[in-house]
């Protein structure tokens, strides 16, 4: 019977393998690309500086592996000897790859598991102990580190994987057949890094499944499509809300379905919204700068908000890097001495002072954006499919290699969910702005910095906002640390809120009230330590959504008006929502 599986799977292998070697020269160009040989200087002085520095303590290190060598004994003793399943090593909270019940019956199984947490545990606290290696260094070696050994996890392999080896003899390899089909297939549509299917991407549909709260585009130009989303309510407040999102991701993450849209509950809360779509850029967008985001984007936006509502000022909302764009754009206005155009600004996840940036931190040198920015160049665009998985490896065990298992070992089907539909549905970013958000803010970290960065023709300084601003951010963001998100909120002048929300980049924005899941903290008193402002926060059980709302409404007064129309002579209906810029799918072919 098994001999049969490995006979079919020679024939399929057989099959697929022409198409590989066509793609073989687009490998080795990816292998020698200017990032992987980047990478690799970049590694070998990080592990030339870590042997230096840890030649000078052998003390230290000789303690660490007896400490390994004698739990290594003792998880031999218990298991191999005794037979005692009980662990001597166990998986961290939320480490879900070693779940089944047969990593923990089989002695075999359970002895692999438990030496590779002790090794992984150990070679981790090994670089962490060595001293007078630079911080940047170790947060490199440590993340790169982390990333190998989990991709030897034995939890990847059939062979050592014991519910993976059940499952391929129950079923004669027909899983391995079926996962290499999903294979060939995620390989053929990745870029230069496998993308793996988190879910179906032909189970949603936009406009009907997903993005399907009533709307019209009234307005385009070549960066973004404005959404005029039609009210819920008879009557609406009287100030306009505007929600900038990322560039880099698609919109509606924050109108997914019904049951977690944000657009529609600001609607039922008697809200006018209008939403940016951005292009998916191509080619022919390869010199779109961060600054365009500004003064072509959100000013834009800005100018048709208030001529379809008759009202000179709106509130406005920013996600994630389109909170970036936000903030520039308040400080473009202060530094051009415009009128307040928008009365108070909402930050998501939003960093303004990018010196900590979380574990994106291990990409960001010299080296490694000189690379980036050289591949950038060539390409036109940074393409969305890698950044995507870039993303998805911060956090691997979760967001990559459970996926890696399920599909290609497991042989299962992705399965339906929104969430990770539109997380799959990658945007590129122009090579133009993702250099510049590289080196001038991550790298440099300029925008914090007094005439630091240049928008329209002037220098922008974000100690000139003055209108009330609403920071929350999400206690367990591995993309915007709360601790660098609570810092910019810092360099922002005016009347300022800090909410910090439970769960994550996501999970912890796209919270609706009514599942009563994650809460929140707040406190009035900004300290100038993050940390100091969290120990004396008091926790809310329910949605920072309704704190959020009753902020928002003390900028309205109290008389509600009648719903604005839908667009008007100046800015007509273009298009039924979600529009067509979100219809664009990688690749762009310009």
Known sequence: MYQNFFSDYLVKLQETNQKWWE????????VNSPLNKAMQEVNFEDTAKLFESAANQPAALLQIQADWWQQQLQIWQNVALAGNTNDVVTPERGDKRFSNEEWQQDVFSNFIKQSYLLFSKTYLQTI??????DEKAKERISFFSRQAINALSPSNFIATNPELLKLTLEQNGENLLTGLDQLKADLESSADIL???????NAFRLGDDVANTPGDVVYKNELFELIQYKPLTET????????????????????????????RWLLEQGHSVFMISWRNPGVEQRDVEFGDYVTEGVAKAVSAIESITGQEQINAAGYCIGGTVLASTVAYYAAKRMKKRIKSATFFTTLLDFAQPGEVGAYINETIIDAITKQNDAKGYMDG??????????RENSLYWNYYVDNYLKGNSP?????????SDSTNVSAASHNFLLRELYLHNKLVQDKGVKIGGVWIDLNKIKIPSYFVSTKEDHIALW?????????VGGNKTFVLGESGHIAGIV???????????TNDNLDDNADEWYSNAQHTEGSWWTHWNQWLLSFNPEEQVEPFPIGNEDFPVIDAAPGQYVKQVLPIQS
């Open 23 to 30: 793609d073989l020269e687009q490998s080795r160009a990816a």
């Open 128 to 133: 962490d102990s060595i001293e007078g290696l």
């Open 195 to 201: 993308k793996i299917r988190m879910t179906n991407n």
């Open 236 to 263: 609406v407040n009287a100030v306009p809300l505007l929600i900038v999102p990322p560039f880099i991701n698609k919109y509606y993450i924050l109108d997914l379905r019904e049951k977690n849209s944000m657009v």
């Open 385 to 394: 499919r890698s950044l995507s998985v870039t993303f998805s490896l911060l």
């Open 415 to 423: 399965v339906d969910f929104d969430l990770l539909y539109w997380n």
């Open 483 to 491: 601790q660098g998100t609570y810092r910019g909120a810092l360099n």
């Open 511 to 521: 919270n609706h009230p009514a599942k009563g899941k994650y809460g929140y903290w």
